[in-house]
T-cell receptor, first 116, second 115 residues
Framework: AQSVTQPDIHITVSEGASLELRCNYS??????LFWYVQSPGQGLQLLLK??????LVQGIKGFEAEFKRSQSSFNLRKPSVHWSDAAEYFC??????????????FGKGTHLIIQP | GAVVSQHPSRVICKSGTSVKIECRSL??????MFWYRQFPKQSLMLMAT?????????EQGVEKDKFLINHASLTLSTLTVTSAHPEDSSFYIC???????????FGPGTRLTVT
């Protein structure tokens, strides 16, 4: 069965500092990988995705992530965080069936706190 | 990008009643829709997958007689929570994809509170 581990429940970062959120996955084949952000009481916003090809993917809001097959990781990075980045971040993995993507398995999330 | 809507955004119902939540794809044909549930301060859990015109496939531990899913058209799926109880209170989020799409698009969610 597929699974996603986000080892950090909470992370506190100073505004302007760099950020890395960790994500490890377990999946039997090449996965589809996603990072989503969720503000309190809101739905999900897709930050970036990996399907195939270049293992370094660029997303919205200055985020990027690198797929490392050997480490089963898909860590999210941002060189300089802004106070508006404070939110819950979810890593998700999915597979493929019937010609399209399966439902996703989500990690437990990392709560990002930005210090002024 | 593709847009998915949900209605209502919030609903409060009494214990024992049923509630229907709609999920619509506004600008694409959603051959597959997914329903997720998110308890407060927790992650999203996949409840079921529905393909247009077929019966939904439920994840292990999800009661299919309690959470009725209908995907009668390429733009609409409904989730009916039958005989709701306070423990069913949660944030329900749907997503949708096209026939061979890699990506699924999420709706804004529905907050269900059962009193």
């Amino acid at each position: 069965a597929q699974s996603v581990t986000q080892p950090d429940i909470h992370i506190t970062v100073s505004e302007g500092a760099s950020l890395e959120l960790r994500c490890n996955y377990s999946y039997g084949a090449t996965p589809y990988l996603f990072w989503y952000v969720q503000s309190p009481g809101q739905g999900l916003q897709l930050l970036l995705k990996y399907f195939s090809g270049d293992t370094l993917v660029q997303g919205i809001k200055g985020f990027e992530a690198e797929f490392k097959r050997s480490q089963s990781s898909f860590n999210l990075r941002k060189p300089s965080v802004h106070w508006s980045d404070a939110a819950e971040y979810f890593c998700a993995v999915g597979g493929r069936s019937g010609g399209g993507a399966d439902g996703l398995t989500f990690g437990k999330g990392t709560h990002l706190i930005i210090q002024p | 990008g593709a847009v998915v809507s949900q209605h209502p955004s919030r609903v409060i119902c009494k214990s024992g009643t049923s509630v229907k939540i709609e999920c619509r794809s506004l600008d694409f044909q959603a051959t597959t829709m997914f329903w997720y549930r998110q308890f407060p301060k927790q992650s999203l859990m996949l409840m079921a997958t529905s393909n247009e015109g077929s019966k939904a496939t439920y994840e292990q531990g999800v009661e299919k007689d309690k959470f009725l899913i209908n995907h009668a058209s390429l733009t609409l799926s409904t989730l009916t929570v039958t005989s709701a109880h306070p423990e069913d209170s949660s944030f329900y989020i749907c997503s949708a994809r096209g026939r061979t799409a890699y990506e699924q698009y999420f709706g804004p969610g529905t907050r269900l509170t059962v009193t």
